[in-house]
């Protein structure tokens, strides 16, 4: 079984970036596909990018695509997530995700962490 626990949220202002960071633990990441979610208060929690196990192909949804990157560090067993160019849309709890062997998917995922605020302000 593994651990998620991501960090990295706040309160910025429109225009602005932050880097979310999902930390994992119990086994090596390297065996997980990984993703980063959202949901904003009221709605659906909805995907926002993926990175395959090796980190050499990524996805990512719609509306944060040309802003957000993902990336991996498999020797630190831990995943990025770079939003640029916020908009106060971005505001939501930000997830980590893990799917146990993973490919180019991220519809079912195994392990989720709690969550980390992102409120980006006009």
């Known amino acids: 079984q593994v651990q998620l626990v991501e960090s990295g949220g706040g309160l910025v202002q429109a225009g602005g970036s932050l880097r979310l960071s999902c930390a994992c633990s119990g086994r090596p990441a390297s065996r997980y596909a990984m993703g980063w979610f959202r949901q904003a208060p009221g709605k659906e929690r909805v995907f926002v990018a993926g990175?395959?196990?090796?980190?050499?192909?990524?996805t990512y949804g719609d509306p944060v695509k040309g802003r957000f990157t993902i990336s991996r560090d498999n020797a630190k067993n831990t995943v990025y997530l770079q939003m640029n160019s916020l908009k106060p849309e971005d505001t939501a709890v930000y997830y980590c995700a893990a799917k146990f062997l993973g490919g180019g998917t991220f519809d079912v995922m195994d392990y989720w962490g709690k969550g980390t605020q992102v409120t980006v302000s006009s």
């Open positions: 990175i395959t196990r090796s980190g050499t192909s990524t």
